[in-house]
């Protein structure tokens, strides 16, 4: 797929996003990715899209100058970190992402990878630390639909009322505990207000004791994340 009107209107970590026309977009990965990664991005996204609304729609996977990607439906609009950095709407912003994750949190996924599996893959070939290994086994299963990703930047506002989710790379099975532990733990980095994570905690009706087993896993594991 080459266009030479096409340009660039994101990049992250792992991609690049190019704009194709006006509703549709490329996500290309970067150089090292393997094909096998971006499938199985593509297909927790298509799955993800059977359970769950406001899910950018899937097109088909490519392949350009030995790089991989995907496309998709554009998204347009700001993300929810914008309202959450300012301290007028914070609150609100806080409120509303906390909603979105609770209404996430009830959906179930047989089919997900568990996510000792995603956690075990992350350490493959680059640490042999047995201790992490056995943590990382002994944690308990569960089978609730998690991101495993749900921070606010990922929280796309397409109008006052709409929103898009959208990266789901991490997508996975586990008890909800995970994926609350996971998002307390990113929003520490995504978001400088000191008491963000400890507010959304409170407001996920959880405290620290019942995620510490996944935090002190995650802050080990952090790492060794592509």
């Known amino acids: 797929m080459k266009n030479k009107k096409r340009y660039k209107i994101a990049e992250g970590n792992t991609a690049e996003i190019f704009e194709i026309d006006e509703k549709k ?59 959450m950095l300012d301290n007028y709407t914070f609150e609100q912003a806080m409120e509303l992402f906390t909603s979105l994750h609770k209404n996430w949190l009830t959906k179930t996924m047989d089919s997900a990878v568990p996510y000792t599996e995603w956690m075990l893959h992350m350490l493959s070939g680059k640490s042999n630390d047995g201790d992490l290994v056995d943590k990382i086994k002994n944690l308990p299963s569960g089978n609730i639909l998690c991101h495993g990703d749900f921070h606010p930047y990922n929280i796309i506002l397409t109008s006052e009322r709409d929103f898009v989710i959208i990266d789901f790379a ?49 802050e080990i594991l952090r790492r060794y994340e592509l």
């Open 25 to 83: 977009v490329l996500k290309l990965f970067k150089t090292g990715y393997s094909k096998s990664t971006v499938h199985h991005e593509y297909d927790n996204q298509c799955m993800v899209s059977r359970v769950m609304e406001n899910i950018p729609k899937m097109f088909e996977i490519v392949e350009e100058n030995q790089r991989f990607g995907f496309t998709m439906e554009k998204v347009q609009g700001k993300s929810l970190a914008s309202l």
């Open 170 to 218: 991490n997508v996975c099975k586990a008890p909800k505990e995970y994926d609350i532990a996971r998002t307390y733990f990113l929003l520490n980095q995504a978001v400088p207000e000191k008491t963000a994570a400890e507010l959304y905690l409170k407001k996920m009706q959880m405290e620290y004791s019942d995620i510490r087993v996944y935090i002190e896993v995650l």
